[in-house]
């Protein structure tokens, strides 16, 4: 058939469409690569970086929460920057520890030896911090603990706010795979309301705020201070525990802060099952620009928990410190301002949250695995009537996924243990991120 093809003026032509298709195609091709080069050029990589779990603070018991047996890390320092398997999902150290890059978040439990709890994110830090919280008083024994997980030396500056001035910048070297506890009352003498702004300057930092406080022998409690929310107009304090339902000689006590040199007039709104309000200790606050202020305020509620809206005509930082008297044991918790929340997985290593949610239109997904190693779901929705929900379990939680698709949403969680109380902002440790990589292009052979 192709041979008599061949002997007619046919396959001559048919050859000549299908070279002319070919060429048209190169062309097309040439024309796609010329256009748009940039995608010829490199591709994008998406990965999850390491995270940091804080040494023991406290002179207790620090209990890393990992993920699996199989997760690699390293203590901080070590002679050898290696990587090894955990072997172990509760993980005990007195050193800063790194975790390899993962999807999900551990958290650090210590427990003093008067029952004190205290927790907080492994988290690798932003640049720019706020820690709301501390004191620099005769009765604190408050410290930031600045760890350096690079290979390389890092620079921190800090500034300390306080009620009567803002302090000039401190700068802080930290060697290369190290980390570094300072006293607040170094940094702020005397001085018993601190806020902390934390610039990292070059390095892979990360930070830790540790708030104890001692009369003599006599232990007030300790908690973390977990970073806050960049300064806002609109500050959501998402969980906030009554104490006044559980403990004796309890208080609240809201610090705010508005940087620079500008007054600012402030609102606080109060979210609660009950309904809501606005205190009448935190109706109308004005506050000094550069000065730390502290407004001591006892709701009266039903409510377990609450959420706290803050609204200000600039922008503020915020936090509520939660103290008092729980089965004859001091205890006090800082309850921080949150981002709103992503979909995210958290180890809670056997306790028990009490999670807030606070936005409008709540809806929440919840899939759990208990102590017992029964996986468990719920849907968390709010009603129409206030802007609130809680997920609050009957049994210890190992681990929590969440996924909502309302960006507008803030959580907080609540642990409660007789005597210890504690919070954590709900919020990942670290977060998916994308690099681009070049593509090697056999054209530069011949260049």
């Known amino acids: 058939m192709i041979k008599k093809l061949r002997k007619t003026g046919l396959y001559k032509e048919l050859d000549h469409r299908v070279s002319a298709a070919l060429l048209i195609l190169v062309l097309i091709i040439a024309a796609i690569v010329l256009i748009r080069p940039d995608n010829s050029g490199t591709s994008s990589v998406k990965s999850y970086p390491a995270t940091v779990c804080p040494g023991n603070l406290g002179n207790s018991t620090s209990t890393s929460v990992l993920p699996s047996n199989d997760i690699l890390i390293r203590q901080i320092p070590t002679k050898k920057n290696l990587l090894t398997q955990s072997k172990a999902t509760f993980y005990l150290s007195n050193k800063p520890l790194l975790v390899d890059g993962n999807s999900e978040t551990s958290i650090n439990v210590t427990r003093s030896r008067s029952n004190a709890l205290a927790t907080v994110t492994c988290s690798i830090s932003g640049s720019d911090q706020w820690f709301v ?210 979909n995210m997985v958290m180890h809670f290593g056997g306790l028990r949250p009490e999670v807030v949610f606070q936005g409008k239109n709540i809806e929440v997904d919840v899939e759990w695995t208990a102590k017992n190693r029964k996986v468990y779901s719920k849907t968390i929705r709010g009603n129409k009537e206030n802007d609130i929900a809680t997920w609050s379990p009957k049994n210890g939680v190992l681990t929590a996924r969440f996924s909502t698709t309302n960006a507008k949403i803030y959580g907080g969680v609540i642990f409660k243990e007789s005597a210890g109380l504690s919070y954590l902002p709900l919020v990942a440790g670290a977060q998916l991120e994308s690099s681009a990589i070049p593509i090697s292009d056999a054209r530069i052979i011949s260049r």
Do not use: C
Not at 159 to 179: A, D, E, H, M
Not at 262 to 269: D, E, P, R
């Open 133 to 342: 919280g501390g004191s620099g008083s005769v009765f604190s024994k408050s410290s930031i603990q600045v760890v350096n997980s690079g290979l390389s030396a890092s620079i921190v500056d800090l500034i300390v706010y306080t009620p009567k001035t803002v302090s000039q910048v401190i700068s802080i070297r930290i060697s290369k795979n190290s980390s570094k506890r300072i006293y607040l009352d170094t940094l702020a003498p005397g001085e018993n309301s601190v806020v902390i702004h934390s610039i990292t300057r070059s390095g892979r930092v990360t930070m830790f705020m540790f708030d104890q406080r001692q009369r003599g022998l006599q232990t007030l409690g300790s908690d973390f201070v977990s970073p806050g929310a960049d300064p806002a107009t609109k500050v959501i304090i998402p969980a906030i525990n009554n104490v006044s339902l559980t403990g004796r000689s309890t208080a609240h006590s809201l610090r705010i802060l508005a940087p620079g040199t500008v007054n600012a007039n402030v609102q606080a709104k109060l979210i609660s099952s009950d309904g809501t309000f606005s205190p009448i200790e935190l109706d109308d606050i004005y506050i000094k620009g550069g000065k730390v202020t502290d407004i001591t305020f006892k709701p009266v509620l039903e409510s377990k928990n609450f959420s706290l809206v803050i609204t200000a005509d600039r922008p503020i930082v915020a936090a509520v410190k939660s103290s008092g008297t729980f089965g004859g044991t001091n205890e006090f918790t800082w309850s921080t301002s949150s981002q709103p929340l992503k």
